[in-house]
């Protein structure tokens, strides 16, 4: 079945420096890409999807690629701000199967 | 507002007590679907239902039961809890099944002794 490998596990930054999480997924067949945030004690939220047929894409300080023959996409925060320390969940979708497989999680610590 | 609620928020129980978390949405969503939070696992897929009276399993449905008679109400079904079950556990729902954006309840703690 589908598989979602996300990496690292825990990253820590220096305010205004780059971030940067990677996930590799397995099935070909895969078309949706959303990432989610959860902030300590709270639920995990939408903050950027991207779908198959795109290869990038931007909002604000955040961006996630897609690079489909490699089977791998990343999430890009840029200028990090303390507001941004949280898990963050990678997740892939195939259309027919109705699942929803997550990525283990990436602790961001953005250090002031 | 638009929202996915749960309930408990928390719960203490002991082996074998027979327990139900409900779930709840008011966005008219077809989709539903539990997650059990474990550190290092990730969210991982209980159930899902693509709509009324149709369920299905996810990666991790052992010792779990559902049931979607309503397009609002999901609830997960524990009918004989075992300490293994200890976890943080999240409903969630969308508008397009899983070509888009699941919208999260705020999760029930729940404790297995």
């Known amino acids: 079945g589908e598989n979602v490998e996300q990496h690292p596990s825990t990253l820590s930054v220096q305010e205004g420096d780059s971030a940067v999480i990677k996930c590799t997924y397995s099935?070909?067949?895969?078309?949706?890409f959303p990432w989610y945030k959860q902030e300590l004690g709270k639920r995990p939220q939408l903050i950027i999807d991207?779908?198959?047929?795109?290869g990038e894409k931007k909002d604000q300080r955040i961006a996630v690629t897609l690079n489909k023959t490699a089977k791998h996409f990343s999430l890009h925060i840029t200028e990090t701000q303390p507001e941004d320390s949280a898990v963050y969940f990678c997740?892939?979708?195939?259309?027919?199967?109705?699942?929803?497989?997550f990525g283990t999680g990436t602790r961001l610590k953005v250090l002031a | 507002e638009a929202q996915v609620t749960q309930n408990p928020r928390y719960l203490i129980t002991v082996t074998g007590k027979k327990l139900t978390v409900t779930c709840s949405q008011n966005m008219n969503h077809e989709y539903m679907s539990w997650y059990r939070q474990d550190p290092g696992l990730g969210l991982r897929q209980i159930y899902y239902s693509m709509n009324v009276e149709v369920t299905d399993k996810g990666d991790v449905p052992e010792g779990y039961k559902v049931s979607r008679k309503e397009k609002r109400n999901f609830p997960l079904i524990l009918e004989s809890p075992s300490p293994n079950q200890t976890s943080l556990y999240f409903c969630?729902?969308?508008?397009?099944?899983?070509?888009?954006?699941?919208?999260f309840g705020p999760g029930t703690r729940l404790t297995v002794l």
């Open positions: 991207i779908r198959s047929n795109v």
């Open positions: 969630a729902s969308s508008l397009a099944g899983v070509s888009s954006e699941q919208f």
């Open positions: 997740a892939a979708s195939t259309p027919g199967t109705y699942k929803y497989i």
């Open positions: 099935d070909s067949a895969s078309n949706y």
